[in-house]
């Protein structure tokens, strides 16, 4: 069964405070690693998908890299609009669908 | 370019009252998704389709059914309410090719079963 841990389950940050959240993962056959963010109301928003060991993605303050057990987001001197709960997805086996992590809830205070 | 839209996005039910979901995409993408969130609990999938006219079952299928009669419809029924559906419903799409593309959600549909 394919699972998907999020850390920490919540992160208060002060703004330009640098940090990483981590997704550790247990599947059998990684076809892909999904970072999503979601903010109260709305439905995931997608940022990256990282298919292989090694690879890393760029979008603003955000830098999402990938081992063969985990993935961190970076979160590089963020603003208060990063506040947000990020999810963590994988896609893994012959499944069609993902497999979402719990979620990492981040404020970022001014 | 409305992405995925799901309506209602609010509504209350009775236990074993029926009610249907609608998801309508409008990138003419190939893929549908179910998936509903509960606190707590990560999202999970409810039933998929990969294509008009095809469904296939998810993770927590059970008390559900769906159609997919046009490739930018999915609807998502619900036959007899339970109070243990009261949820946030997710519908999300992913494009033609390989199957692992990022899927792009709606905004969600908060349903309460009284």
């Known amino acids: 069964e394919d699972q998907v841990t999020q850390s920490p389950e919540a992160l208060r940050l002060q703004e330009g405070e640098s940090s990483s959240l981590n997704c550790s993962y247990t599947?059998?056959?990684?076809?892909?690693l999904f970072w999503y963010r979601q903010d109260p109301g709305k439905g995931p928003e997608f940022l990256f998908t990282?298919?292989?060991a090694g690879e890393e993605k760029e979008k603003e303050r955000l830098k999402a890299t990938l081992t063969k057990k985990e993935s961190f987001l970076h979160i590089t001197a963020p603003k208060p609009e990063d506040s947000a709960t990020y999810l963590c997805?994988?896609?893994?086996?012959?499944?069609?669908?993902?497999?979402f992590g719990k979620g990492t809830h981040l404020i970022i205070q001014p | 370019n409305a992405g995925v839209t799901q309506t209602p996005k609010f509504r209350v039910l009775k236990t074993g009252q029926s009610m249907t979901l609608l998801c309508a995409q409008d990138?003419?993408?190939?893929?549908m998704y179910w998936y509903r969130q509960d606190p707590g609990m990560g999202l999970r999938l409810i039933h998929y389709?990969?294509?008009?006219?095809?469904?296939a079952k998810g993770e927590v299928p059970d008390g559900y059914n769906v159609s997919r009669l046009k490739k930018q419809n999915f609807l998502l029924g619900l036959e007899s309410a339970a109070p243990s559906q009261t949820s946030v419903y997710f519908c999300?799409?992913?494009?033609?090719?390989?199957?692992?593309?990022?899927?792009?959600f709606g905004d969600g549909t908060r349903l309460s079963i009284l």
């Open positions: 389709s990969v294509g008009e006219g095809t469904t």
């Open positions: 990282l298919y292989s």
């Open positions: 599947v059998s056959g990684l076809r892909g």
């Open positions: 990138m003419n993408h190939e893929y």
């Open positions: 997805a994988v896609q893994a086996g012959s499944a069609d669908g993902l497999t």
């Open positions: 999300a799409s992913s494009p033609p090719g390989p199957s692992n593309q990022p899927q792009h």
